[in-house]
């Protein structure tokens, strides 16, 4: 009997690209289906009643919600590929970093940039911390995840190549080679991985919508 596989996202989204790349990772053949956050499908709300928020994976029927533990049940049901390590407690720490990524950086990172400008310098000093912490767990790794892509590189994705993006349309100057030489190395490897490069959502699309965001916000 064949698996039956769904995905509902949103191309541009960070969250849903998480997905996307375990599963291409894994080998696993998914129907994709995109959503509209201003006009939400029926089948979006019954997935995802408590958050009605994407990404959602329909494995066999089954609903699935948030990136992270969609990441942790697609390592757990498909063994091939993995992203977590095999040792418990290096996957607790993988766990750890992935957790970090979500509540202290990728949020710091996107008010930094969006910030009033009288906002603007503390907001980047705590977007500016955490990065400095990410550069310090990297050290002498090519990848969070040591050799090859893991989770927490995938949680970071976001970092490598949305922040970037939206950093060069307001002119930020968060993630940059001389303030971060290390992380700014790793999210050119990463973004250069065919995997991850292959399922990103155009750059020119996706600093579009920035700009059209800067300009409303004036």
Known sequence: MAEEVKLFGIRGSPFSHRIEIALKLKGVSYEYIEE???NKSPLLLKYNPVHKKIPVLLHNGKPIAESIV???YIEETWKTNPILPADPYERAIAR????FLDDKCMLAAWNACWAKEKEREKAMEEASEGLKTLEGELKDKKFFGGDKVGMVDIVA?????????VQEVVGADLLTPEKFPILFKWSEDLVGCPIIKENL???DLLTANFRARLESSK
Request: hydrophobic share 60%; aromatic share 22%; proline share 9%.
């Open 70 to 72: 969609i990441l942790e």
């Open 201 to 203: 959502p155009p750059r």
């Open 96 to 99: 750890f970093w992935a957790k």
């Open 157 to 165: 994705t976001f970092i490598a190549f949305w922040l970037t993006a």
């Open 36 to 38: 509209d956050l201003q």
